[in-house]
T-cell receptor, first 112, second 111 residues
Framework: NAGVTQTPKFQVLKTGQSMTLQCAQD?????MSWYRQDPGMGLRLIHY???????DQGEVPNGYNVSRSTTEDFPLRLLSAAPSQTSVYFC???????????FGPGTRLTVT | KNEVEQSPQNLTAQEGEFITINCSYS?????LHWLQQHPGGGIVSLFM???GKKKHGRLIATINIQEKHSSLHITASHPRDSAVYIC?????????????FGKGTHLIIQP
């Protein structure tokens, strides 16, 4: 099992550009979530999904869109990147039978 | 807003010392996680607790549900334990998912 994978590892965007951060898991986990990590703020929940076709907002959803068309994939879309979205992004997943969390390796995004 | 408080924020100790990091939270939880992150690195899950105590090697985690408090202990600390330790909880109820995190404890173990 690859576990939770994220691509890309690093990305630099200009303000206003769009991009999609990819997250995939091969453990058949129902629950997936996206977090951003900022110095002094810790990790904060952006969006989460409790199954294919079902998503909801977390603490800091503004500027981000998500969809969950398959169990395996949970992409995070930035429609118009802003410098405030410079951060490290982590994806995580868990089974519906356990609260054990599995984290991806992260994507470091810089918006100039 | 449900919060997670960690203390201390920063901790520097000598090799071999016994380390304690504390975490408190505000309302009922389904589970509490202790995570480790090295500089520039990914997040490693150390423990998941819903009650009692767990031990893995030199690491021990305890939780007191009534007091809404958890501690992470490191015995015989070593420089390779230097990292950020993060407490995270999954609050119960409300139908939402996802974790709420403390801001982390920066631990430095000097040789």
């Amino acid at each position: 099992n690859a576990g939770v994978t994220q691509t890309p590892k690093f990305q630099v965007l200009k303000t206003g550009q769009s991009m999609t951060l990819q997250c995939a898991q091969d453990m058949n986990h129902e629950y997936m979530s996206w977090y951003r990590q900022d110095p002094g703020m810790g990790l904060r929940l952006i969006h989460y999904s409790v199954g294919a076709g079902i998503t909801d907002q977390g603490e800091v959803p503004n500027g981000y869109n998500v969809s969950r068309s398959t169990t395996e994939d949970f992409p995070l879309r930035l429609l118009s990147a802003a410098p405030s979205q410079t951060s490290v992004y982590f994806c995580a997943s868990r089974s519906g039978n356990s609260y054990e969390q599995y984290f991806g390796p992260g994507t470091r995004l810089t918006v100039t | 807003k449900n919060e997670v408080e960690q203390s201390p924020q920063n901790l520097t100790a000598q090799e071999g010392e016994f380390i304690t990091i504390n975490c408190s939270y505000s309302v009922g939880i389904s589970a509490l996680h202790w995570l480790q992150q090295h500089p520039g690195g990914g997040i490693v899950s150390l423990f998941m607790l819903s009650s009692g105590k767990k031990k893995h090697g030199r690491l021990i985690a305890t939780i007191n549900i009534q007091e809404k408090h958890s501690s992470l202990h490191i015995t015989a600390s070593h420089p390779r334990d230097s990292a950020v330790y993060i407490c995270a909880v999954m609050y119960s109820g409300g139908g939402a998912d996802g974790l709420t995190f403390g801001k982390g404890t920066h631990l430095i173990i000097q040789p």
